[in-house]
């Protein structure tokens, strides 16, 4: 064990005791051994009675050492050759080849240990890259208790790394060192053999590890929808429709993001700024997502994001209202369809005197026009143009606080909500000009539903008032009362 020891020590490790336990955990104190290496006589002493369990701090203070481990249950389930595959289609067949001659070894749980530095130390502390969820035969007392008073099923490590700060127990443990008292084995190469790879082969490893995560992923971030008045009657907002249309090519490479390889319904990016290297992933089984690892781009990371949001953040800094604003403009979103609207008669015209037969003489008016620009650009102006245009046809009852309109044969209660006089009100402000974008500001404002609402309460004033519901009998404006709206 001595040799061992001291042929992991003189490949530059930082060489430590484990524990002979079971725990597989360091032995006595080792926290300073993460910053520095003991000298060769502390190793000489600790192993020279041939003390079983051999372990290495990894991360900087041994040159920058990470070991990628895959768990027994990864390894007896396929995901050595999987993992192998992911390295290999993203064009990296000689990465695989270098980490997968250069040092490994087995542990007596059946894992496997890829040991491998990262060039300029530049590694991070251990990280978790794939998980499942715990099958039934796997729960322990303790995950049942989870999952029936949390309903939470837990998760079980596929493949994991141990970098800065992390221990990893190396052959030729054994014995004690474990809870079976077998060995850890060496499978391929030597302490000094262990190969070095850049940080972007380092991150082309990771991405191919998380790959083989199994967990369901998180769910996306609910996309904003802006204030979209067709949406809420049944249109298709503009995200909406992006998120349907756009590809994450048009979103993510004008941007700098480059496609480092396709595997298949995946594509695999990388960042702006850097060579090589996997920095996130869209498509997959999950959606149709983008899923960002690193920290070190303008996207939250860890998250799923649509295509909509992701548009947003990287070209409007998330004002979620100006990214629709400009999508609407290159023709995203359907407007919602025209409501029903009640269907009004022709618009006549009313005589002062009734004719001979003493009905009411009706001459229909010409199709509607422009409102003239000589009426004030305000609420009253629009009341002034609604009861010169259409005042032989609509009347104003302050006793019920209800408007009426001329069917062609007689007159009718206009439903609470202005029904037929609310029309006769769009149709001015429709004809409304457009001249300059204070006439255009005015025009859009007088279009909604207070606009119209402004125009019919100014309008109350200048109308012909109609006293009650029964009317006198023989005047112009004969009344045929109704209890019924129509």
């Known amino acids: 064990m001595l040799s061992a020891a001291l042929d992991w020590y003189d490949a530059g490790c930082s060489v430590v005791r484990v524990a002979t336990d079971g725990t597989k955990a360091p032995a006595g104190q080792w926290k300073e051994y993460q910053r520095r290496r003991p000298g060769r006589d502390q190793v000489v002493t600790w192993f020279a009675d041939g003390h079983p369990g051999i372990g290495v701090v990894c991360g900087p203070v041994s040159g920058g050492l990470e070991m990628l481990e895959l768990e ?108 079976t008292g077998r060995a850890w084995r060496t499978v391929t190469g030597t302490p000094a053999t262990i190969p070095t790879i850049t940080p972007d082969e380092r991150d082309v490893l990771h991405a191919a590890a998380r790959a083989l995560d199994q967990l369901p992923p998180p769910p996306p971030i609910p996309d904003p929808v802006p204030l979209d008045p067709d949406h809420r009657r049944g249109g298709t907002p503009p995200g909406e429709d992006f998120n349907q249309r756009a590809t994450w090519n048009q979103i993510l490479e004008p941007h700098g993001w480059r496609v480092a390889y396709q595997q298949g319904t995946r594509t695999y990016w990388t960042r702006p700024g850097k060579a090589h290297g996997v920095s996130a992933v869209t498509g997959g089984d999950h959606g149709d997502y983008l899923y960002v690892w690193t920290t070190s781009t303008e996207l939250p990371a860890e998250t799923a994001l649509s295509k909509w949001r ?11 209202s100006a990214a629709a604003g400009v999508l609407r403009r290159q023709g995203y979103g359907t407007p919602a369809p025209e409501p029903a609207r009640p269907v009004l008669a022709p618009l006549p015209t009313i005589t002062a005197t009734p ?125 045929e009362h109704t209890d019924r709206d129509h």
């Open 355 to 479: 004719s001979a037969a003493g009905t009411l003489a009706i001459v229909h008016q010409p199709p509607d026009t422009e409102v003239e620009s000589t009426y004030a650009r305000s609420d009253d102006g629009n009341a002034l143009a609604l009861i010169d245009r259409y005042g032989a046809v609509l009347r104003y009852c302050p006793e019920r606080g209800r408007w009426l309109h001329w069917t062609g044969v007689r007159w009718e209660w206009c439903a609470s909500g202005g029904g037929h006089a609310r029309e006769y009100a769009k149709r001015i402000a429709r004809a409304l000009p457009e001249d300059d974008q204070a006439a255009i500001r005015h025009k859009a404002r007088s279009l909604g539903a207070v606009g119209t609402t402004a125009m019919l309460t100014q309008g109350r004033h200048r109308s012909p008032h109609r006293r009650g519901p029964r009317p006198a009998r023989r005047t112009p404006l004969r009344v």
């Open 72 to 179: 027994g249950r990864a390894v007896s389930e396929g995901l050595v050759l999987a993992l192998r595959e992911h390295v290999e289609g993203a064009g990296h067949a000689e990465l695989w080849q270098r980490i997968a001659t250069g040092y490994t070894e087995t542990s007596p749980s059946g894992g496997l240990h890829i040991l491998y530095r990262v060039d300029g130390g530049l590694v991070d502390g251990n990280t978790k890259l794939a998980e499942r969820p715990a099958r039934d035969d796997e729960l322990t007392h303790d995950d049942h208790g989870l999952l029936a008073t949390k309903g939470k099923r837990p998760r079980r490590t596929l493949l994991e790394t141990r970098g800065r700060g992390g221990f990893v127990v190396v052959a030729p443990s054994h014995g004690p060192v474990h809870p």
């Open 310 to 320: 992701t548009y947003a953040l990287l070209n409007h800094d998330g004002d979620w």
